[in-house]
């Protein structure tokens, strides 16, 4: 077993991440850090046991310490045995407040409309058509004859 491996590739057997292409954009984007450095990462930097990743998903940053490494994906119940979750509950209940009003704090006329949003246009446009409004207007030839003549377009 190697000593020291990458931290894209550590990051991915650890299965912290899906893929290590999205482990490898996490350090490209500056979102992982190693030690007390406040300075990302490149993927290409090395990790061995006793470092402490910081890795920032947000809201949340989680913080691992590397225990052993390994060159290739683990099974879910085998990755306690190469890394220890120093994450603090703080970052898991700020976790929980964001899921929990994700849908709340939804600004108006961002994103799908909600259910409750669909019925109300619904209702709103079958008002508008019961008070005369007519959404099916179709132009006729002869509104677009004298439309061409008061713009002075010659016939």
């Known amino acids: 077993m190697a000593s020291e ?5 550590w990051l991915w057997a650890m299965r912290i991440f899906k893929t290590r292409t999205v482990a490898t ?7 992982v850090t190693v030690g007390n450095d406040t300075n990302p990462v490149k993927p290409s930097r090395t990790v061995g046991p006793g ?3 910081h890795v920032r998903k947000p809201p949340v940053t989680f913080t691992f310490r590397v ?7 683990l ?13 603090p509950q703080s970052q898991y209940d ?9 849908f709340i ?3 108006k006329g ?16 079958d008002n508008m058509s019961d008070d005369g409004w007519d959404f099916d207007f179709d132009f006729d030839d002869d509104a677009d004859d004298d439309f061409r003549n008061d713009s002075g377009a010659e016939d």
């Open 51 to 53: 470092d402490i990743i």
């Open 105 to 107: 704090d939804r600004r």
């Open 5 to 9: 491996v990458r931290i894209d590739k």
């Open 67 to 73: 225990k052993a490494v390994t060159q290739n994906r």
């Open 94 to 102: 700020l976790l929980e407040v964001v899921k929990i009003s994700g």
């Open 75 to 87: 099974g879910a119940k085998l990755v306690p045995d190469y890394m220890e979750n120093l994450t």
């Open 25 to 31: 954009d996490a350090c490209r984007k500056g979102r």
């Open 110 to 125: 961002l994103g799908r409309p909600t259910k409750r949003e669909g019925r109300e246009l619904a209702q709103f446009t």
